[in-house]
């Protein structure tokens, strides 16, 4: 029996993932929501490893998992060595808060890893013909590369790079699904375009505080100049 085209996905997002999570250091990492059961973290050399449930479901996980928000995250300031955003973005009603309060848990030059869905590819033009209807990721709203590199660059993200996760066709049907295969063959040329999802990787940028040259002014005289300043002397008697 031939295996979905969402279970491929989520297999080539974790191994996409496991390419990356080993060169990753630190105390702390946190994954904002869940892809089912697939334990993403797992190629990770970081040894604290949590989940923040957004989803409200509070299924057995790998992790400790609080629950939580995307755009409100239980997690305290500069806290977190690198966060990991599961195809978040695209179902959070506020996708740029997700960004921003990823911002705000990371330490400097931390790092944030997005899997969202390309709108260029033949899934993101099948979403577009049928509408925003069904379940995910149908009801979903899918953004570009582009634009997610902008909101990244306003919060204060270097985008390190974006990799091509899944050159599937949406259908089940074995014909699309070889011409692709076909097509994915050809290399990293058309990938980029085709490929239904990718994985971006940003670096929380480092604010460079530019030290400011102290403008040494002369000391103030008590006395004006041209009178006799008072001598440490001490006069005896009258």
Sequence with gaps: MSRGPGVQLAEIERARLGEILPDLFGYHLVQVGRLGDIDLLN??????RSIVEIDGIMARAPYPFVQGAASALPVESDSVDAVVL??????????????????????????????AFNPRSLMGIWRLIRGRHGDAPWNG???????????LALLGFDVLQVSPCFIRSPFRDERWLRTLDAI???????????????????????????????????????VGVGLAEPSARVVNGD
């Design 43 to 48: 190629q990770s050399r970081i040894l604290h």
């Design 86 to 115: 599961p195809h978040v973005l695209e179902f959070d009603p506020e996708p740029h808060g997700a960004l921003r309060e990823a911002f705000r848990v990371l330490v400097p030059e931390g790092h944030l890893l997005i899997l």
């Design 141 to 151: 709203q899918f953004f570009g590369v582009t634009r997610i590199k902008d909101w």
């Design 184 to 222: 994915a063959r050809l290399g990293n040329l058309t990938a980029p375009v085709l490929s239904s999802a990718y994985l971006m990787v940003a670096k929380k940028r480092v604010l460079k505080m530019t030290p400011l040259k102290t403008r040494w002014q002369p000391k103030r005289r008590l």
